[in-house]
T-cell receptor, first 112, second 114 residues
Framework: TQLLEQSPQFLSIQEGENLTVYCNSS?????LQWYRQEPGEGPVLLVT?????EVKKLKRLTFQFGDARKDSSLHITAAQPGDTGLYLC????????????FGQGTTLQVKP | DTAVSQTPKYLVTQMGNDKSIKCEQN?????MYWYKQDSKKFLKIMFS?????LIINETVPNRFSPKSPDKAHLNLHINSLELGDSAVYFC??????WGTGELFFGEGSRLTVL
């Protein structure tokens, strides 16, 4: 069974601070996605990484896929209150079912 | 226009009742999913349909029965509801089962079993 461990589960920081969220597994994933979920809504895709070692940037967010495609990280620079939300990593295996396995999520609160 | 819409948004019911949640997507996608999000926010896949064919059926009690009348609709019927079924149920769709496709989620249906 493929599992994704996210850490930390909860993070409360002040506006302007930097943070990193980790997503780890013992399994190899063909691709990995990061989603953000706000209260009362469904998750929304932020980024997809496919190649081992790949780095993608989305404004103040930097995503990295591990060289072995077993782990990923999300780094936020100068966090803002608008970054508050639930961040979910999700991995896709090599099956042809499209199955996406989600991590437990990281709840981020950025205080003004 | 909402891409993935599910109804109802809220469901409060007694143990033992039967309830259904409906989902429709207007994105022209081939694949649809049901996910369950528990109180700890963990999202777990339940079912997936590709072009009306069931392709993923996780270890879910057979009280849960999905039905896809066409590829734009995927409904979820739950019989004999139990307290542990309380959760938020999300419908999602993707272009197909291949590649690195994005999942588009509905807003969720919060089920509370009393």
């Amino acid at each position: 069974t493929q599992l994704l461990e996210q850490s930390p589960q909860f993070l409360s920081i002040q506006e302007g601070e930097n943070l990193t969220v980790y997503c780890n597994s013992s399994s190899v994933f063909s691709s990995l996605q990061w989603y953000r979920q706000e209260p009362g809504e469904g998750p929304v895709l932020l980024v997809t990484v496919v190649t081992g070692g790949e780095v993608k940037k989305l404004k103040r967010l930097t995503f990295q896929f591990g060289d072995a495609r077993k782990d990923s990280s999300l780094h936020i620079t100068a966090a803002q209150p608008g970054d508050t939300g639930l961040y979910l990593c999700a991995g896709r295996g090599s099956s042809n079912t499209g199955k996406l396995i989600f991590g437990q999520g990281t709840t981020l609160q950025v205080k003004p | 226009d909402t891409a993935v819409s599910q109804t109802p948004k809220y469901l409060v019911t007694q143990m033992g009742n039967d309830k259904s949640i409906k989902c429709e997507q207007n994105l022209g996608h081939d694949t649809m999913y049901w996910y369950k999000q528990d109180s700890k926010k963990f999202l777990k896949i339940m079912f997936s349909y590709n072009n009306k064919e069931l392709i993923i059926n996780e270890t879910v009690p057979n009280r849960f029965s999905p039905k896809s009348p066409d590829k734009a609709h995927l409904n979820l019927h739950i019989n004999s509801l139990e307290l542990g079924d309380s959760a938020v149920y999300f419908c999602a769709s993707s272009q197909d089962v291949w590649g690195t496709g994005e999942l588009f989620f509905g807003e969720g249906s919060r089920l509370t079993v009393l």
